[in-house]
Structure formats: structure tokens, C-alpha cells
Nanobody
Framework: QVQVVESGGGLAQAGGSLRLSCAAS????????MGWYRQAPGKQRELVAV???????NYADSVKGRFTISGDNAKNTVYLQMDSLKPEDTAVYYC???????????????WGQGTLVTVSS
């Protein structure tokens, strides 16, 4: 069983910063990639940023230059530093683990429960 715990959401003013954290635990052998997605009210869930085990990163155009993804493979953690926040960044942010191998199973994807980020103007 894999547990995914997200933290760091909350309320920020436009132009401010927040840092999201995601930690995966369990009998994990490997995780191919960890990333952040978000879903605003009435909209589809979208990619924000993803980091592969090899260190490659990919960002949505809307957050490039403002958000930074980082993490520690050994600790199965991923972080999202969000700077210069805008009201349109308001959404529930979800951590996603991709291609997870554990002692008893393989999972194409595992999602966290989500953390709400609200940016006021």
C-alpha cells in the first residue's frame, strides 16, 4: 500500500508565494516520475509540473518562470515552489506518482487527495 500526503496549500495574496510538499510512503522500490496537477472549479485537471527520476522537468506554459518543482528520489518527495502567484492559480493541487513499483504491485499512477490553493487579488 502506498500513502501519498500533500501539504502546504492555503491562502496567498497575488504576488505572494506558497510551497507545496508531497511525500509518498510504503514499500516503494521506485517511482518513475512525481508531479503536480491542478483543477480549478469548472475546469479539467491539468498538468502543472512534473519531475522524472532522472531529473528532467516539464512545466505548463502558464507557470514557467514562476513555479519550480524539486524533490528527493531517495525520500520519495516532491515540492512545488510557487512564486508570483496569480488569482488564476487558484485550484486544488494534486500530487501524482507515475509508474510506481512496490514490493507487491506495480501502479501506473497514484494520486494524492489534493490541497487547496487560493490566491486573492
Amino acid at each position: 500500500q502506498v500513502q501519498v500526503v500533500e501539504s502546504g496549500g492555503g491562502l496567498a495574496q497575488a504576488g505572494g508565494s506558497l510551497r507545496l510538499s508531497c511525500a509518498a510512503s510504503g514499500s516503494i522500490f521506485s517511482i518513475n516520475a512525481m508531479g503536480w496537477y491542478r483543477q480549478a472549479p469548472g475546469k479539467q485537471r491539468e498538468l502543472v509540473a512534473v519531475k522524472t527520476r532522472g531529473g528532467s522537468t516539464n512545466y505548463a506554459d502558464s507557470v514557467k518562470g514562476r513555479f519550480t518543482i524539486s524533490g528527493d528520489n531517495a525520500k520519495n518527495t516532491v515540492y512545488l515552489q510557487m512564486d508570483s502567484l496569480k488569482p488564476e492559480d487558484t485550484a486544488v493541487y494534486y500530487c501524482k506518482l507515475e509508474s510506481v513499483v512496490t514490493a507487491v504491485a506495480r501502479y501506473p499512477a497514484i494520486w494524492g487527495q489534493g490541497t487547496l490553493v487560493t490566491v486573492s487579488s
